[in-house]
């Protein structure tokens, strides 16, 4: 299983950050994402990083403002957000998969989602 944390309200150019415990298992070797849905968007990848070797990889939205990282040994993934915008609000999910891919169909366990919201 996965649970988010860390959402909330921020004005425009704060920061948050965001954390997915993995329980129930190692998630060591998955690839783990944030996505993120706005009302009435599909889905998107924000960040994902790679199982083994850690490469990392951003929308370009979100790019030199948001950081993935992972600690294994607490099997929990972080999404450190700065600069946050108006257009940033939305429910954020973290996801496991077998792939280091950013599309969201390749991911088979979520998590039940933080909302995010920053105002103007």
């Known amino acids: 299983q996965l649970q988010a944390s860390g959402g909330g309200l921020v004005q425009t150019g704060g920061s948050l950050r965001l954390s997915c415990a993995a329980s129930?298992?190692?998630?060591?070797?998955?690839?783990l994402g944030w996505f993120r849905q706005a009302p009435g968007k599909e889905r998107e990848s924000v960040a994902a990083?790679?199982?083994?070797?850690?490469?990392?990889v951003y929308a370009d939205a979100v790019k030199d403002r948001f950081t993935i990282s992972k600690d294994s040994a607490k099997n929990t993934v972080y999404l450190q957000m700065t600069g946050l915008k108006p257009e940033d609000t939305a429910v954020y999910y973290c996801?496991?998969?077998?792939?280091?891919?950013?599309?969201?169909?390749?991911?088979?366990?979520w998590g039940q989602g933080t909302l995010v919201t920053v105002s103007s």
């Open positions: 129930g298992g190692t998630f060591r070797w998955y690839a």
């Open positions: 996801a496991a998969g077998l792939r280091f891919v950013t599309s969201p169909a390749e991911y088979g366990l």
């Open positions: 990083i790679s199982g083994a070797g850690g490469v990392t």
